[in-house]
């Protein structure tokens, strides 16, 4: 007996056949939305995609007819562990490790409502993500799939050394990163340049050597896992170019110290195509601010505001040229909560020029690809995990729509209704 199913039914036998209706699909892999399409999903994985047709007799039926379905969305940069407050790094040094792990377990609740059932943590401390992740994976508390970089690899006094993982020579780099992932982690971090955050360090420097750099990404390539590059000037995105990393995070492309603006270089915008260097754009910190009276913006804001005109040019000509682009929001830092990727991928639509089936590309097959994770998640098609997103409206003319979550389906079960967690 085909019947439309509530949250107990939809969990309640894992192996009967679920067929989720989707009035629009859009699968992730960048083709063209279909309309009225099945999906067809059994053990927690997806087994068929087919337009109309009959429902098997004794199907389980998820009714998404009148929504858009997407891929269960992936945020390629976020931060469990900081608190989104208003000033998470002076959170970060009173907390103990602790309630770290507290604000990661309520802000992987908020991914997940959220529709994004990945996530790529980009630096916590002392591994408490770690052990968030191994506790979703045992169903002790809900959040989505985690990958996470632990502490990321920084220079003695360099961007977030207090997160406590600081080595300088090519030998040390190339220890601490043995040293992670001894310890678990699925992916690294190295911080190619200074940060905003991090008082005392120069954004617009290097913190490393293409060689130091190397010695990181040979580790993880040893380990099979992939590597990202904090870098905020052009000096910097080159070193993570030359060494070639998976993902450069936030490519501000700031000039040398003296110099205001931007230096954008096509040849090293080239060369992330030729080595497969992605880029992470991180619109929302900045988005965030732009909304604040001038007079409550600190220095840093005022400074990344003062590049973001220039830089959305910077990132459009990179799309031009071939650069591919995932999405990551640095959700955690200031004011960032972790709902906040439908509002990342709507500025790529906006400020980036990219259609909607795009922009969600980013943040579904394209950042799986780049994660190394297409064999498991991104797209909708028959062998992937059943991590499906529906939301209110046609997303693939109203980009918006992707932030009216309706409903959650993580793994084949029913996790999330109308941005609220059922369990
Ligand atoms: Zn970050």
């Not at 913190?207 to 750099?213: I, L, P």
């Not at 230096?263 to 090293?268: G, N, P, R, V, Y």
């Not at 009276?293 to 840093?300: A, E, F, I, R, Y």
Request: glycine share 12%; aromatic share 2%; proline share 4%.
């Amino acid at each position: 007996m085909t019947q439309q199913l509530g949250t107990d039914q939809a969990t309640a036998s894992p192996d009967a056949l679920l067929v989720v209706k989707a009035g629009t699909l859009v699968d992730g892999t960048g083709a063209a939305p279909r309309r009225g399409v099945q999906v067809y999903v059994r053990d927690g994985r997806i087994v068929d995609v087919g337009s109309g047709g009959d429902v098997p007799s004794d199907a389980h039926v998820l009714d998404h007819s009148a929504y858009s379905v997407v891929p269960g969305l992936i945020d390629c940069h976020v931060h469990l562990a900081f608190s989104a407050g208003p000033n998470p790094l002076a959170d970060l040094l009173v907390e103990d490790d602790g309630t770290l792990l507290l604000h990661a377990a309520a802000n992987a609740r908020t991914a997940l409502a959220a529709g994004i059932t990945t996530v790529r943590d980009l630096g916590d401390r002392a591994g408490v993500v770690r052990v968030l992740r191994d506790a979703i994976g045992r169903g002790v508390v809900p959040g989505p799939r985690i990958l996470t970089a632990g502490s990321p690899i920084t220079i003695t006094g360099g961007h977030c050394h207090f997160l406590g993982l600081e080595a300088d020579s090519e030998d040390d780099v190339r220890q601490v990163a043995r040293m992670q992932l001894r310890d678990g982690v699925d992916c690294l971090k190295i911080m190619a340049t200074g940060g905003r955050m991090t008082p005392g360090t120069n954004p617009q420097l290097p913190q490393y050597t293409v060689e130091q750099v190397k010695a990181a990404v040979e580790e993880a390539r040893r380990a099979g896992v992939t590597i990202a590059a904090h870098a905020l000037s052009a000096d910097g995105i080159r070193v993570a170019a030359e060494a070639g990393v998976d993902t450069v995070e936030h490519c501000n492309w700031l000039a040398r110290p003296g110099s205001d603006g931007l230096a954008f270089d096509e040849s090293t915008a080239e060369l992330m195509c030729t080595n497969g260097v992605a880029f992470d754009p991180t619109l929302t910190p900045v988005q965030g601010s732009l909304s604040m009276p001038d007079g409550n913006l600190s220095d840093v804001q005022r400074a990344a505001l003062a590049i973001r005109v220039e830089l959305l040019g910077v990132f459009r000509r990179m799309l031009e040229l071939g650069v591919t682009m995932v999405a990551g929001t640095d959700a955690g830092t200031r004011r960032s909560t972790l709902d906040k990727l439908p509002g990342e991928i709507g500025l790529y639509v906006e400020q980036l020029g990219l259609t909607p089936v795009a922009a969600i590309a980013t943040a579904t097959g394209t950042a799986a690809r780049v994660l190394g994770l297409a064999d498991e998640v991104g797209t909708i098609q028959a062998g992937r995990r059943a991590d499906l997103t529906v939301v209110d409206g046609d997303v693939s003319a109203d980009i918006a729509a992707l932030g009216r979550t309706r409903a959650v389906i993580q793994g084949g079960r029913l996790v999330g209704e109308h941005g609220r967690l059922l369990t």
